[in-house]
């Protein structure tokens, strides 16, 4: 290990390979609650460039040295995690805006640039980046890597959608680029997908050319508050049905909303309901203004007890930030978020399935999602919300996992898959073999042996 260490020094600089115990402790985890799974790397390698890269690959390879690549460590299934030991590629240093290119509507980027820095990018240069997945300290690199979806992903997708081309460093140091700025291709297998959502099994990604849209000229944001789940979680897809497709379409319910504006101390626009639905719609002023003219009237007349239409910049900045930080304000208290999709007609169906286990268990199963596109999130948690405070669950080490066993065989029995946007990563690969057949799962573990004959990028990660 020693020797390896300062092959590592001569390629990266010596202030860029960390294995000081105090300093690689942050490596040794993501988002993940459950401490049993943190793991230490031998060594943190921080490159400059992707020849950097290149090389510490070929010596890993040479000497089956597992390696980890690592954006900003906001994942939520253990993705980025050491489980072998090994080595972590940190992209910290790897931040750089290649190209800006108006002529095609892309921007080239090294990994390690923050959605945050990414968005900062976009807007000073008149683009627009319609995704947003959550946390804003996630990398490009590893948004692409779980394909990332977010709240704004019903009208125009999510990162796949997006991605043109991307730089790769294989597992024996080669580098290679797949696909371009074209917008067509009809050519052969589709090696750019492969690697969109492979969670840094196949390859690492070290430069992506992401596209843009024009920034629309008007954004309106529509809270419509409900007194019950099932009139909130019908109205969705009549919402589509009538010719509209929303930038968002949100459920989020009242109890995890007064949490969120405990944690921020911000008010959410309204106080009557029980249940909300977070409409977003995007275009010209006129355009925008008749969408949420329609809007209002199918929620008016499937429950809705008033609809609150936002047009102020700041203040619908405000309620994105409210629902984006739902994650961060039940953190302390989370065992594990499940982020299973359904089909967008069953979502109603699954969440009464997860509110009868909640009770079965006598738990608390805090549950929100996006109501466009079926993708619903659960946090199982160790303590309750009862009156301005939290009581630990009784039991509770021992109910979660008969919980998250019910709550994926549920989403099994309504067609759903087991993880929308959070990715496989380690915790949930046992859950694998529910959601896909023994065959698909074999031709999975062949294209990993094609790409990484000596399993060293990312291994224990989707599946064993």
């Known amino acids: 290990m020693e020797n390896l260490s300062e092959k590592f020094k001569k390629i990266v600089g010596e202030k860029n390979v960390i294995y000081e115990k105090e300093k690689i402790i942050d490596y040794s985890h993501d988002e993940i609650a459950l401490k049993e799974f943190y793991t230490l790397p031998e060594f943190v390698v921080k490159p400059n460039n992707v020849e950097e890269v290149s090389e510490i690959l070929k010596i890993c390879n040479e000497f089956k040295m597992p390696v980890y690549p690592r954006g900003g460590g906001t994942g939520l299934s253990g993705g980025c995690i050491p489980v072998l030991g090994g080595i972590v590629i940190s992209f910290e240093n790897m931040k750089k805006v290649i190209e800006i290119d108006k002529d095609n509507f892309t921007i080239t980027v090294e990994s390690g640039l923050t959605l945050k820095e990414f968005y900062d990018v976009c807007k000073e240069n008149n683009m627009f980046f319609p995704p947003h997945p959550g946390d804003e300290s996630a990398t490009i690199g590893g948004l692409i890597s779980t394909n990332a979806g977010g709240a704004r992903a019903v009208k125009y997708g999510v990162m796949r959608n997006f991605v043109r081309e991307i730089e790769v460093v294989l597992a024996d140091g080669s580098i290679e680029n797949f696909g371009g700025k074209y917008k067509k291709s009809s050519s052969g297998y589709s090696l750019l997908n492969l690697f969109i959502g492979s969670e840094g099994t196949l390859g690492i990604i070290t430069k992506a050319t992401i596209s843009l849209i024009p920034p629309p000229e008007k954004i309106y944001t529509l809270i419509t508050p409900y007194q019950n789940l099932f009139e909130a979680i019908k ?11 929303p930038l968002a379409i949100e459920f989020l319910e009242r109890e995890t909303i007064e949490l969120v504006e405990s944690y921020l101390n911000k008010k959410w626009p309204c106080k009557e309901g029980g249940v909300f639905l977070m409409i977003m719609v995007d275009g010209s002023e006129e355009e925008t203004l008749k969408m949420a003219e329609k809007i ?16 102020d910049e700041s203040k619908q900045k405000e309620v994105l930030e409210i629902r984006s930080m739902f994650y961060e304000a039940l953190k302390k208290y989370t065992i594990e978020i499940l982020d299973i999709t359904v ?18 268990y006598d738990t608390y199963i805090p549950t929100y999602g996006h109501a466009g596109d079926g993708n619903v999130h659960n946090h199982i948690m160790k303590a309750k919300y009862i009156n301005g405070e939290w009581i630990e669950i009784a039991n509770w080490d021992e109910k979660y996992k008969k919980v998250k066993d019910e709550i ?25 073999p ?28 989707i599946f064993d």
């Open 235 to 245: 109205t969705a897809p009549l919402i589509i049905q009538n010719g509209i497709v």
């Open 296 to 311: 209002s009237q199918i929620c008016s007349e499937n429950g809705a007890i008033d609809v609150y239409i936002i047009e």
């Open 343 to 360: 089909p967008v007609n069953k979502i109603y169906d699954f969440v009464s399935e997860i509110k009868k286990i909640e009770k079965k």
């Open 408 to 432: 994926h065989y549920a989403g099994k029995q309504l067609k759903g898959i087991l993880s929308g946007e959070h990715g496989i990563g380690y915790l949930k690969k046992e859950y694998l």
């Open 434 to 461: 529910l959601f896909f057949s023994e065959k698909q799962i074999k031709l999975m573990k062949e294209i990993k042996k094609i790409f990484d004959p000596n399993n060293i990028l990312n291994p224990g990660k």
